[in-house]
C-alpha cells in the first residue's frame, strides 16, 4: 500500500531560501560604531578645551585632516594598495600551502607524525625572526614581504584544515560508506563541506594574521605601503600620520573580514548555529 | 533472503563479541534482534551490512557473499545521521547518486510522500523533529530499494507516541516492496509489533538464544491477549538469556508455533 506522491513543484525541492527578515545590521552596526564614536568624541573635546594638548595623541579632526590629505593627494590610495597586495598575493600562499598541508596531516596519521612537530616548532618561532632569512633569502622587495605574510597565513588554516579534518563525525563518514562512496566522493560529497565551516573560520584568521604580519614586511625597508607610512611618521614625529595608518589598518582588515564572511556564508548557511540570535 | 553461516566477530583489543551465529531470514519477513547491552546485536547488524569483517563464517544475500557494502543492503542508525549540509531531499537522494537525474527525483519524491515529508523537501536535517529526521534517515535507506533493510534501534531515542507512529509508517513500507528487514531493538513491545520472528540473543560472546516466532496479521493489536502472551514469552527468554550467558543455550526454538493470537 503506497501513499500517492504529490506533485513537488522546484521550489519545494530547492534547498531553503535565507531568512525573510531583513539582513542590514543597521541596529548592531550602530552599536559597534558607539564606543569608537564616543572615545573619538571624548578626546576632541579634551583637546579643544584645552584639558590636553594632542601633541603626541592628535585629536580626531587632526587625524581625519590627515587623512583626507593623503588621500586628495593619492598617497593614501598607492599606500593601501600596496599593503593590500601585499596581504592577498601572501593569503593566497599561505592558505593554499595551509590547506595542502593540513589536508595531508588531517588524513594521513603517518604524514602527521612527519610533518606536524616540525610545523608545531616552528609555528612558535616569532614572525620578527623571519625577517633577516627572508631578506638573505628572497632579497628586500616584494618576493620577502609576500613571504612573510603567507607564513604568518599559513599557520592557522593548517591548523584549522588538519584539526577540522580529525575531528570529522565518524558516523558521517560511516553513512558515504554504506553508499559505497569511493575515496574522491567521499571527500567531494562527505569530508570537504564537513570541514568547510572550520576551514572559513581557519581563512579569516589567516587573513587576520596576514595584517599584523604585513606591517612586519613593510617594516623590512618598502617605500610604499601603509607599514611604510607608520615608519614614515615615527621618523618624520608625525603621531597623526601613524594614527592615519593605524586607523587606515584597522578599517581595511575589518572590511576585507567581513568580505571573506559575506562571501562565504551562502556555503554555510546549512550550519545551525546561534549567529543570528545572540 | 539472506544467510548467516557460522559467523564470529573478536575485535583487535581481543574482545570475542560474537560466536558461531547460524540464522537464515526468508525473503520478505520481518526479524527483531533483543537482548541485553553487549549482546552483539549492533555487531551482527554491521557485519550484515559489510562495515566490518567477521573474523569467522560468511553472510550470502540472495547468493552473493557480503564482504563490504551492498547495494542489497541498506540501514539505518540509531541516530539519522542526516548530513546536514544537504536538504531534506539531497539527503534521500545520496545514496542513488549514480541513478539519472530525473528518475533520482522522482524516486526521492515518491520515498518523501511515502514517510509524508514531501512538504519538508526543501528544509535542512535542523529545522526536522527527531522523528521527521529518523524518517527521512529511513526514507533515505530504502530509496536505493534494497532487498535487505537492517535497522539499528531506529526508535529508541523517540518518544512512545513518535515511536507508535513511526511503526505504523514502517510497516506501511515495508507492505510496499516487501524488503528482508531485520530490526535491533531494546523495546519487547517494538519487537513484537513489528517481528515475524523474534530472536532473543546472550551475551559474552553474543550468540543466538532463543526464537519466539509471532504468529499474527498485521496491524497488530497491543491489547489483545496474544500479544501479551507473545511479550511475556519475550521476556522471559530475556530473563534466562542474561542468567544463563555462560551455559549452552537451548536450541533454537519455535516457541511461538502455537498461534497465541
Known amino acids: 500500500m503506497s501513499a500517492p506522491a504529490p506533485t513537488l513543484t522546484d521550489d519545494v525541492l530547492a534547498a531553503p531560501a535565507e531568512a525573510s527578515r531583513s539582513r542590514v545590521p543597521s541596529g548592531r552596526l550602530l552599536l559597534g560604531l558607539l564606543l569608537p564614536l564616543a572615545l573619538a568624541l571624548g578626546w576632541e573635546l579634551a583637546v579643544r578645551s584645552g584639558w590636553a594638548q594632542g601633541r603626541l595623541m592628535p585629536p580626531p579632526s587632526r587625524i581625519f585632516a590627515t587623512l583626507s590629505a593623503l588621500a586628495a593627494s593619492g598617497e593614501l590610495w598607492t599606500h593601501i594598495g600596496a599593503t593590500l597586495l601585499r596581504v592577498l598575493a601572501g593569503f593566497l600562499l599561505g592558505a593554499v600551502a595551509g590547506t595542502v598541508m593540513g589536508a595531508v596531516a588531517g588524513t594521513s596519521d603517518t604524514m602527521r607524525r612527519i610533518f606536524d612537530p616540525s610545523l608545531q616548532a616552528l609555528r612558535a618561532v616569532p614572525s620578527i625572526a623571519w625577517v633577516p632569512l627572508f631578506i638573505l633569502w628572497l632579497g628586500i622587495f616584494e618576493a620577502s614581504k609576500v613571504a612573510l605574510i603567507a607564513v604568518g597565513v599559513f599557520f592557522p588554516v593548517y591548523l584549522g584544515v588538519a584539526g577540522a579534518i580529525e575531528g570529522i563525525d565518524r558516523k558521517l563518514v560511516e553513512v558515504g560508506r554504506v553508499f559505497r562512496l569511493g575515496r574522491f566522493e567521499m571527500v567531494r560529497r562527505v569530508i570537504l563541506p564537513a570541514v568547510l565551516p572550520s576551514w572559513l573560520i581557519s581563512l579569516r584568521s589567516g587573513l587576520g594574521l596576514g595584517f599584523m604580519f604585513v606591517v612586519a614586511a613593510e617594516f623590512m625597508g618598502a617605500s610604499e605601503g601603509l607599514g611604510y607610512l607608520l615608519v614614515d611618521g615615527q621618523q618624520m614625529g608625525r603621531p597623526d600620520s601613524i594614527l592615519a595608518a593605524i586607523i587606515t589598518f584597522a578599517v581595511l582588515g575589518k572590511l576585507c573580514d567581513t568580505i571573506l564572511v559575506l562571501s562565504t556564508r551562502p556555503l554555510v548557511r546549512w550550519q545551525d548555529t546561534v549567529r543570528d540570535r545572540l | ?261
Open chain 2, 1 to 261: 533472503m539472506f544467510v548467516v553461516e557460522d559467523l564470529s566477530k573478536t575485535y583487535s583489543d581481543g574482545t570475542h563479541a560474537l560466536s558461531d551465529i547460524n540464522l537464515t531470514v526468508a525473503a520478505g519477513e520481518i526479524v527483531a534482534l533483543v537482548g541485553g547491552s553487549g549482546c552483539g546485536k549492533t555487531t551482527l547488524l554491521r557485519l550484515v551490512a559489510g562495515l566490518d569483517q567477521a573474523s569467522r563464517g560468511r553472510i550470502v544475500v540472495d547468493g552473493e557473499t557480503i564482504t563490504a557494502p551492498h547495494p542489497f543492503v541498506g540501514i539505518a542508525f540509531q541516530e539519522p545521521r542526516l548530513l546536514p549540509w544537504l536538504t531534506v531531499a539531497d539527503n534521500v537522494g545520496f545514496g542513488i547518486h549514480d541513478v539519472p537525474a530525473a528518475e533520482r527525483r522522482e524516486r526521492v519524491i515518491d520515498a518523501l510522500a511515502r514517510v509524508h515529508l514531501a512538504e519538508h523537501a526543501g528544509r535542512w536535517p535542523r529545522e526536522l523533529s527527531g522523528g521527521q529526521q529518523q524518517r527521512v534517515s529511513i526514507a533515505r535507506a530504502l530509496v536505493a530499494r534494497p532487498r535487505v533493510l537492517l535497522l539499528d534501534e531506529p526508535f529508541s531515542a523517540l518518544d512512545a507516541f513518535t515511536r507508535a507512529s513511526l511503526h505504523d509508517h514502517l510497516l506501511t513500507l515495508w507492505e510496499a516492496s516487501r524488503p528482508t528487514v531485520v530490526v535491533v531493538t531494546h523495546d519487547v513491545d517494538e519487537a513484537v509489533t513489528l517481528a515475524d520472528r523474534v530472536i532473543v540473543m546472550r551475551p559474552r560472546p553474543g550468540r543466538l538464544y532463543e526464537t519466539i516466532t509471532v504468529h499474527a496479521e498485521r496491524p497488530r493489536d497491543k491489547l489483545a491477549v496474544g500479544f501479551d502472551k507473545a511479550k511475556r514469552r519475550v521476556l522471559n527468554a530475556l530473563d534466562r538469556s542474561l542468567k544463563t550467558s555462560d551455559i549452552e543455550p537451548p536450541k533454537t526454538a519455535d516457541a511461538g508455533a502455537a498461534h497465541w493470537w
